[in-house]
């Protein structure tokens, strides 16, 4: 079971229920009925926890101010339903988010319309405006989800690979190794002179748990450090394009020459700028706010003019600064449409594994094929003879 965010809202006649969750049809009946009466459960604003059966559910409840509601307010609780125990870190995580949640909701003085969709005949004349709310509620709890989602959901591989690669002392051990077996002990006293804040056993006990190196003994003393794979991000063109061209083919137009500019450029550096801007993308993938801006892009293009309205000016203000070094480092390109802004993806990213290049020169070059000759078998004598008389 996935990770699931609900709101719940106290129905003056019927009692506590949950009118929205996120991922959609993600609740039964039964889940969802528990969940809402956990209101019943609390009187003051306030986050607190409920664990039953496998589930553990992550609540805030909290009131915002309505017209239409008994004593002007409606009561409301949003809760995050997850299957594994997390940690006190990401509890209060959960919790800051879910308060911004309710900021965002009480910041919006007529979004308390949105709770009464379903009594559009009694209030006609605000049909409107109760759609229009109701829709904004359902972004809200989606990009709440995303948010949790972004604290408690599993890394990726290369999300994994990254953040072991984002540290420069990891990233530079690697590098040297790269050239070819080391002594432990010159490795070390390399180590101790480039960054002598470091832990050296530390740091070689996780290489060789991650399965990065490998530490091989000669006679009684010397020991040699191998690298047992070479780890590359790299640039590739984004093939999320194929899906502008159904959608907006004319994006296409706009995009490709700035591919096709960039890649051109990209051919020219040289070693040590192609190395930098390989840490730099290791930076990229081992952050989960620009990880999660990159993904979404892997998936389509983003409209930049449609964020402020689904964002809370935080999470706005944190996404805008994350688009903005993403551009500065052409990752993605902003490109006007139909007096529209919108956000794709320049060059995508993948992290890649190897041989190590002193490996690969140890591998058997491929020979030239050999060609037998044609083998002459002597005759015997008699043989001979009859072939001489024929």
């Known amino acids: 079971m996935k990770t699931i965010v609900a709101l719940s809202w106290f129905h ?60 002007n307010k409606e009561i409301l ?30 910041s919006n003085e007529e979004i308390f319309t949105a709770f009464y969709i379903n009594d559009l005949n009694y209030h006609e004349n605000d049909k409107e405006r109760i759609i229009k709310n109701e829709s904004l509620i359902k972004v809200w ?8 989602l972004e ?8 999300e994994k690979i990254a953040i072991l690669l984002n540290d420069k002392h990891i990233f530079e051990t690697l590098e040297k190794l790269s050239r070819g077996p080391i002594p432990l002990e010159m490795l070390r006293e390399w180590f101790i002179e480039n960054f002598p804040s470091k832990n050296f056993e530390e740091i070689i006990n996780t290489l060789e748990d991650k399965q990065f190196i490998f530490i091989n003994q000669i006679g009684l003393v010397e020991k040699y450090v ?3 794979k070479e780890v590359n991000a790299e640039r590739i063109p984004p093939d999320s394009v194929i899906e502008y061209i159904d959608d ?4 296409i137009d706009l995009l490709l020459p700035k591919v096709q500019e960039y890649y051109s450029e990209y051919e020219k550096k040289t070693d040590e700028e192609l190395k930098e801007d390989t840490f730099t993308l290791f930076q990229i993938m081992a952050d989960p706010k620009k990880y999660n801006v990159l993904s979404e892009l892997r998936n389509g ?25 993403l551009k500065k480092y052409d990752v993605i390109e902003e490109l006007n449409y139909n007096d529209e802004t919108y956000i794709l993806l320049k060059t995508n990213l993948q992290i890649t594994t190897a041989f190590p290049e002193w490996m690969r020169k140890l591998l058997p070059k491929e020979s030239d094929p050999v060609i037998a000759k044609k083998a002459e078998i002597p005759l015997k004598s008699n043989e001979s003879e009859n072939i001489n008389k024929n």
């Open 12 to 71: 003056r006649k019927i009692g506590p229920l949950v009118v929205y969750s996120y991922p959609k049809d993600s609740l039964d009946k039964d889940l969802s009925s528990k969940i809402a009466n956990f209101m019943d459960q609390q009187f003051n604003e306030g986050f607190f926890t409920h664990s039953f059966e496998n589930l553990r559910s992550l609540n805030y409840y909290f009131e915002i101010h309505s017209d239409w509601a008994r004593g």
């Open 151 to 158: 604290n408690t959901r599993e890394k990726t591989v290369e």
């Open 301 to 325: 293009l983003i409209s930049k003019d449609a964020l402020p309205k689904l964002l809370s000016k935080k999470t706005l203000d944190s996404i805008v600064e994350n688009i903005e070094f």
């Open 226 to 228: 191998l690298l047992l």
């Open 248 to 251: 907006k083919p004319e994006l």
């Open 77 to 106: 609780m949003v809760s995050t339903i997850v299957d594994q125990q997390l940690s006190p870190e990401i509890e209060e995580q959960i919790s800051d988010l879910c308060i911004e949640f309710s900021e965002r909701l009480r």
């Open 141 to 148: 709890v989606e990009t709440l989800y995303y948010a949790i």
